[in-house]
């Protein structure tokens, strides 16, 4: 990898950008031949963050949280985009039991749809590279990520994955009580990933409990410590000190579900510092591995970023 300057991850990027909801109603923004058929509508609906400049940009997909919406990221989405990646966001559900099956299904066919519908709903001048395409996935949603990369549930998808983020990853409510299909095993680096890189990020606070009625949202031995002890080389771990399992959302969550998010988990005293941080991780360790700069990330592990908006508790490295 190579090493150079480049604007601070943890702050907005260069490029502006605009935020896009596509469904089943939405209609091209790229003209296609009249030869061509008109371009198949997402399986599901699709918050998209892109640059609205010129040019080719690496593909990002978030998987939200459990009972969340896609929506609760907006603020995240549009940071990593401004640094320019085009973000992508399913709406998996809107009500769900244990099992994950669906979801892991819909993660593989929003994936396929990728490559024959979204260059045709993103800006006449920007174009999506999905030769370069991240899977990430916040609590659930981080376990779906790693179920999906792990190719072990019968759904597959034809889009080659890069990278692996999970977002304070969670596979059930304790150490024996895994939601179906379980993805951890209990065994140290038994995720075979093909030498897929992984970042996985921790809350301090998740595995601590609100108060006695509500258990922790990140329990122990199911949470981001044992999906990075399952990982092979390489692996970044971080663990962030003082905040907690939601606060990477939007500072203003709407609606009852968005109301929960405050009072569900055990929260730090702000959302934006780990916001920040989550963001400018996926920034620093994407363009290390899908663009070959890996500045700010040798400088976060080394201690020397000056521009680190929280305390990291633990880190952790396997290369």
Same mark, same amino acid.
């Given at each position: 990898?190579?090493?150079?300057?480049?604007?601070?991850?943890?702050?907005?990027?260069?490029?502006?950008?605009?935020?896009?909801? =596509?469904?089943?109603?939405?209609?091209?923004?790229?003209?296609?031949?009249?030869?061509?058929?008109?371009?198949?509508?997402?399986?599901?609906? =699709? @918050?998209?963050?892109?640059?609205?400049?010129?040019?080719?940009?690496? /593909?990002?997909? @978030? @998987?939200?949280?459990?009972?969340?919406?896609?929506?609760?990221?907006?603020?995240? +989405? @549009?940071?990593?985009?401004?640094?320019?990646?085009?973000?992508?966001?399913?709406?998996?559900?809107?009500?769900?039991?244990?099992?994950?099956?669906?979801?892991? *299904?819909?993660?593989?066919?929003?994936?396929?749809?990728?490559?024959?519908?979204?260059?045709?709903?993103?800006?006449?001048?920007?174009?999506?590279? =999905?030769?370069?395409?991240?899977?990430?996935?916040?609590?659930?949603?981080?376990?779906?990520?790693?179920? /999906?990369?792990?190719?072990?549930?019968?759904?597959?998808?034809?889009?080659?994955?890069?990278?692996?983020?999970?977002?304070?990853?969670?596979?059930?409510?304790?150490?024996? *009580?895994?939601?179906?299909? #379980?993805?951890?095993?209990?065994?140290?680096?038994?995720?075979? =990933?093909?030498?897929? #890189? /992984?970042?996985?990020?921790?809350?301090?606070?998740?595995?601590?409990?609100?108060?006695?009625?509500?258990?922790?949202?990140?329990?122990?031995?199911?949470?981001?410590?044992?999906?990075?002890?399952?990982?092979?080389?390489?692996?970044?771990?971080? /663990?962030?000190?003082?905040?907690?399992?939601?606060?990477?959302?939007?500072?203003?969550?709407?609606?009852?579900?968005? *109301?929960?998010?405050?009072?569900?988990? *055990?929260?730090?005293?702000?959302?934006?510092?780990?916001?920040?941080?989550?963001?400018? +991780?996926?920034?620093?360790?994407?363009?290390?591995?899908?663009?070959?700069?890996?500045?700010?990330?040798?400088?976060?592990?080394?201690?020397?970023?000056?521009?680190?908006?929280?305390?990291?508790?633990?880190?952790?490295?396997? +290369?």
């Amino acid at each position: 990898m190579s090493s150079s300057s480049s604007r601070n991850a943890f702050e907005d990027g260069k490029h502006k950008t605009n935020l896009l909801t =596509l469904d089943s109603s939405s209609r091209c923004c790229k003209t296609t031949p009249p030869s061509s058929r008109a371009s198949p509508s997402p399986p599901k609906q =699709l @918050l998209v963050a892109t640059p609205v400049e010129e040019g080719e940009y690496p /593909v990002v997909m @978030l @998987l939200h949280g459990y009972l969340l919406y896609n929506s609760f990221y907006s603020q995240l +989405m @549009l940071h990593v985009s401004s640094h320019g990646f085009i973000l992508i966001a399913p709406q998996l559900y809107s009500v769900a039991g244990p099992d994950t099956m669906d979801e892991i *299904k819909s993660t593989a066919e929003v994936m396929d749809w990728l490559s024959v519908g979204l260059k045709h709903f993103l800006p006449q001048q920007v174009t999506p590279n =999905l030769s370069k395409f991240a899977l990430s996935g916040h609590s659930r949603g981080g376990k779906t990520a790693f179920a /999906v990369a792990l190719k072990k549930f019968g759904y597959l998808s034809d889009l080659k994955i890069s990278t692996l983020i999970g977002i304070d990853p969670v596979d059930g409510t304790g150490k024996g *009580k895994q939601t179906p299909p #379980p993805v951890l095993s209990y065994e140290p680096n038994s995720f075979d =990933l093909d030498k897929m #890189p /992984v970042l996985v990020i921790g809350s301090g606070l998740g595995e601590t409990a609100r108060n006695p009625l509500f258990p922790p949202c990140a329990p122990p031995g199911v949470n981001h410590r044992e999906f990075f002890r399952e990982c092979q080389r390489p692996a970044w771990h971080f /663990v962030v000190k003082d905040h907690g399992h939601l606060d990477m959302l939007d500072d203003d969550t709407k609606g009852i579900r968005g *109301k929960s998010s405050y009072c569900l988990c *055990k929260n730090g005293e702000e959302r934006r510092p780990m916001r920040r941080f989550v963001s400018g +991780m996926v920034v620093s360790f994407l363009k290390a591995y899908l663009e070959g700069d890996d500045c700010e990330l040798v400088k976060i592990k080394d201690g020397c970023h000056e521009g680190v908006p929280v305390e990291i508790q633990e880190l952790e490295v396997t +290369m």
